[in-house]
Structure formats: structure tokens, C-alpha cells
């Protein structure tokens, strides 16, 4: 069955401190991947993806994510957080093969302490 | 776009009673998805249209579940029999016709069975 594995389950950190959320999933052909992004009291939206070309993406808020093919993952990165990054992330595949249905790992909670 | 919106928020209800769920996406999307999340995980995919068309539901989804689009706009979500392990968030998703168009969710409707 396709899914999706976030290794923390929750991540605390002080300010500027570096980030990165790991994200596997497992084989099923072409992908496109996702970082979705939940702040307290808010929707869950999309932080960046991946779909074709440079494997290094950057998204809002100074987010950055890695896909490396060979190791099926697509991590996330944030060079130094800030309060403000609190939130629940999620990491979510797309299978080509499913028409847009998407995958999603159960979540990491990040805490930054001020 | 003023984004997808989901009614209600909350919604409690005893065991055995029926349900329904309305969610109304952006209005030039055509897809639109159905997820459940609960404490602790990431959203789950139910089932999802395009335009009126149901495409995909999943094994998730007991006969006590039924969505509709009936003209390929809003589209409701009704669980008839509540049983306890239904409580959940049910979020409602929209985007386009393409695999690695991002999803824009709604803010769910929290159910809660007693």
C-alpha cells in the first residue's frame, strides 16, 4: 500500500535554531510532494511541492525541501525558526497513478520556544 | 477566491443518528475531496469528484457513507447510523485537474459521537 512516514512525531526547538522533518514514502512510480502546513486554529495549506525539475524547492516563509529519488524522501528544512513556525506539518505524496488523490504522513508537531 | 468553506464546524450528535456534511469549493475547481482526520494523524482520503463524478472512494469508506455533487459545485458528505468510532474532523479539499496542483483545504467539520 502507498504511504507516507514523518520519523518525529514532535520537535521542539528555541529560536534560530535549524530544522528538518523528515519524509519518506514509499515506491509507486512517478510522484509529486508535498509540504502542507497547519498553524494553530487555522486550515491546513500548502507550504511547497515538488513535481519535476530541481530537486531543491523553496517555499514560503523561508522553507526549503530536498527530494532525493533514491532514498524515496523529501525532507524539509528551515535554516532558523522562529516563534512564529509553531505549527503541525505534514508531508503528503501524490501518485501518478491516482489522479491527484494525495497520500499524507500523520504529522510532526513542532514547538519553537521564544 | 474566497476559499473553501465547510458547514458546520462542529456538529455533535448520538449514536445511530444521521449526518450530513456540506463543503463548497472554489468555485473553478473541479475536483473536489473528502478527507478524516483524527488526533494524532494525518488526513485519510475518503473519496473525490470530478466535476459531478465520484472517481474513487476508499476501503475507509463503509456503506453508512455516502457523498454526492449533484452539479459538479458544492457537495455534501452524510454518514447515516453514527457510530462512536465515526467522531472525527472531515475536511473537504479542492483543486485542479492536474497531479501536482496543490489542495486548498476548508476548516472541517469536527463531529463528535455519544
Known amino acids: 500500500a502507498q504511504s507516507v512516514s514523518q520519523h518525529n512525531h514532535h520537535v521542539i526547538l528555541s529560536e534560530a535554531a535549524s530544522l528538518e522533518l523528515g519524509c519518506n514514502y514509499s515506491?509507486?512510480?512517478?510522484?509529486?510532494l508535498f509540504w502542507y502546513v497547519q498553524y494553530p486554529g487555522q486550515h491546513l495549506q500548502l507550504l511547497l511541492k515538488?513535481?519535476?525539475?530541481?530537486?531543491l524547492v523553496k517555499g514560503i516563509k523561508g522553507f526549503e525541501a530536498e527530494f532525493i529519488k533514491s532514498k524515496f524522501s523529501f525532507n524539509l528544512r528551515k535554516p532558523s525558526v522562529q516563534w512564529s513556525d509553531t505549527a503541525e506539518y505534514f508531508c503528503?505524496?501524490?501518485?501518478?497513478?491516482?489522479?491527484?488523490?494525495?497520500?499524507f504522513g500523520d504529522g510532526t508537531t513542532l514547538t519553537v520556544k521564544p | 477566491d474566497t476559499g473553501v468553506s465547510q458547514d458546520p464546524r462542529h456538529k455533535i450528535t448520538k449514536r445511530g443518528q444521521n449526518v450530513t456534511f456540506r463543503c463548497d469549493p472554489i468555485?473553478?475547481?473541479?475536483?473536489l475531496y473528502w478527507y478524516r482526520q483524527t488526533l494524532g494523524q494525518g488526513p485519510e482520503f475518503l473519496t473525490y469528484?470530478?466535476?459531478?463524478?465520484?472517481?474513487?472512494k476508499s476501503r475507509l469508506l463503509s456503506d453508512r457513507f455516502s457523498a454526492e455533487r449533484p452539479k459538479g459545485s458544492f457537495s455534501t458528505l452524510e454518514i447515516q447510523r453514527t457510530e462512536q468510532g465515526d467522531s472525527a474532523m472531515y475536511l473537504c479539499?479542492?483543486?485542479?485537474?492536474?497531479?501536482?496542483?496543490?489542495?486548498?483545504f476548508g476548516s472541517g467539520t469536527q463531529l463528535s459521537v455519544l
Open positions: 479539499a479542492s483543486g485542479r485537474d492536474r497531479g501536482h496542483e496543490k489542495l486548498f
Open positions: 515506491y509507486g512510480g512517478t510522484v509529486n
Open positions: 515538488y513535481f519535476s525539475g530541481d530537486p
Open positions: 503528503a505524496v501524490t501518485y501518478n497513478t491516482n489522479a491527484g488523490k494525495s497520500t
Open positions: 468555485s473553478e475547481h473541479n475536483r
Open positions: 469528484f470530478q466535476n459531478e463524478a465520484q472517481l474513487e
